[in-house]
């Protein structure tokens, strides 16, 4: 399944870099994270507890950053598994000027298995958009305040 989108932001394309490559702004960014790890240089063991609808319960996993090109884009290899199956997807994540903003899109190829690869692309994407809606509200709010 594939997922894409954008996102648009106040703040500078360097700034955004620094936010979306934070371990610590990750962690407290993305939903439903427990433990957000750097095991080595960009890569990171996650944690994370998601309950929305079957896809619900504990999750652990890896997410490794290559590919960097700096304040342009990067590339994000993602693998975790729970209880409800599990899913392993790459993505490719670019920042572009915009004015004094940026705008951030993102391209990836989902690969779901066990219960929730029976849900279905639809429910899935459903899942995964709301997931990244919360994720980019959470970046926006670090955004804004670096800016105040």
Request: charged share 25%; aromatic share 6%.
């Amino acid at each position: 399944m594939k997922i894409e989108g954008e996102r648009s932001f106040a703040g500078s394309r360097e700034l955004l870099w620094e936010l979306l490559l934070d371990p610590a702004v990750l962690a407290a960014a993305l939903p439903g994270v427990e433990r957000f790890e750097e095991t080595a240089p960009d890569a990171y063991d996650v944690t994370m507890r998601a309950g929305i609808a079957a896809v619900r319960g504990l999750y652990a996993g890896r997410v490794e950053v290559s590919d960097r090109v700096p304040v342009e884009s990067y590339r994000l290899r993602i693998d975790g598994a729970g209880k409800p199956g599990g899913a392993r997807a790459e993505a490719l994540v670019t920042l572009e000027e915009a004015g004094a903003g940026t705008i951030v899109r993102y391209a990836a190829e989902v690969r779901a298995r066990g219960a929730i690869a029976r849900l279905g692309g639809r429910l899935l994407g459903g899942v995964a958009r709301l997931l990244i809606g919360q994720f980019f509200r959470a970046i926006e709010e670090q955004v804004n305040a670096r800016a105040a």
